[in-house]
C-alpha cells in the first residue's frame, strides 16, 4: 500500500510541475512564436506569389505557393515544439521509424507524388483548361501533389491521381483557341449533293459564330442504309462552344426545311402475305 501511494504522490508531482506557472508562460511564448512564424511566411508567400508570378506558369506558381505555405507550418510546429521543451530528436527518431513503415504501405502515393513533378514539368494543362479524362470532363481548378481535382459541367467534384494521368490519354479540350465542331448531317438519295453542299456553305458563312478562316470543311462520308452521311467541320473560338453547336443545328434544320432537303430516317418496308 505504501509503495502504491508512493507511486501516486510521484504522479501528482509531476502533473503539479508540469501545469505550473512557468508552463503556462512557456507555452505563451510558444504560441505567440507560432502565430509570428505563421504571419512570417504568409506574408513571404504573398512576396514570391508577386515576383515569380510573371515568370512562372499558373500551376507551378500554384504548387510554389503551397511549398512555402507548408514550409512555413512546419518550421512554425517545430518552433513550438522547441519552446516548449520537447525533444525533437526523439519525435524525429520516431518519426523515421514510422516513416520506414509508412513508406512501404505509401508507395502509390509515392507514385502519384512523382507523377504530379512529370505533370508540372511538361505542362499537358493548366489551371482553368477543361479536360477528359476517360469519360470525365470538365474544368481543371487544383494541380497537388498527388491528383488534380476537377469540376465537371454538372458541378460534380472529381479526383484524379497523378499516375492515372500520366498512364491515360488526356484530352486538353480549351488548350488552343480555336477548335473545329464536327456535325453529321444525312440527305436522301434523291438529294442533289452539290445543293446541299451550297446550303451547308452558305449556312456555315451566315452563322456568327463561324469562323471564315480556316474554311468550313464538306465531306461526303459515306453511304447509310437510309441517306448518305455528310461531315460538316466548323471552326469557332473556344468559347462559343455550346452558342454555335445549339444555333448551327438550329439553322442546319431550318434551311434544309424551306429548301424541301429531306433528312432521311430509318423506314422498314412489311409484306404482309395472304394464303388463297
Known sequence: MQNIGGFLSDIMTDVATFFSPDFYKRLLIALGAFVFV????GIIQVIVARV???YLAEQQHFLLKKIVRYTGYVIAFMTLFKSLGIDLSALLGAAGIAGIAIGFAAQTSVSNVISGLF????KPFQLGDVIQVGDVSGTVYSIDFLSVKIQTFDNRFVRIPNET???TNVVNIT???IRRLDVWVS????SDLERVRSLLLDV???NIYVLDNP???IVFEKFEASGITILVGLWFEKSNYLALKNSIMKDIHTRFREEGIEIPYPKMDVFLKTSV
Open 119 to 122: 505533370l508540372i514539368s511538361e
Open 165 to 167: 494521368l500520366i498512364k
Open 204 to 206: 456555315a458563312a451566315k
Open 175 to 177: 488548350r488552343f483557341p
Open 215 to 217: 474554311e468550313p470543311l
Open 187 to 190: 440527305v436522301a438519295y434523291t
Open 52 to 54: 515569380t508570378k510573371k
Open 38 to 41: 505563421i504571419l512570417i511566411f
